[in-house]
């Protein structure tokens, strides 16, 4: 299984999929991702809404390092 999250999901996609994979709550992946909650409600708003905010590529990246984190220690879990 990998946690490679694919580029082409939109970024509520994204966090949606990460806090799955990751099994956290919203606050527990900011805390850990280094954003801030009220930041991360925004960024998962629908384009739409209007207090949605575009993720930042640094923060899009904190996420996909917790992702990656977590699939090497499955890896090592398995071997």
Do not use: C
Not at 21 to 35: F, K, N, P, V
Not at 37 to 42: P, Q, S, T
Not at 50 to 67: D, S
């Amino acid at each position: 299984m990998t946690t490679r999250v694919e580029q082409e999901q939109s970024q509520q996609e994204f966090l949606q999929a990460a806090k799955a994979i990751l099994s956290l709550t919203w606050d527990q992946l900011a805390e850990q991702s280094g954003i801030a909650a009220r930041a991360l409600k925004n960024y998962r708003r629908p384009d739409e809404s209007q207090n949605h905010r575009n993720m930042p590529g640094l923060a899009r990246r904190a996420v996909q390092q917790l992702l990656d984190a977590h699939q090497k220690r499955n890896r090592k879990k398995a071997a």
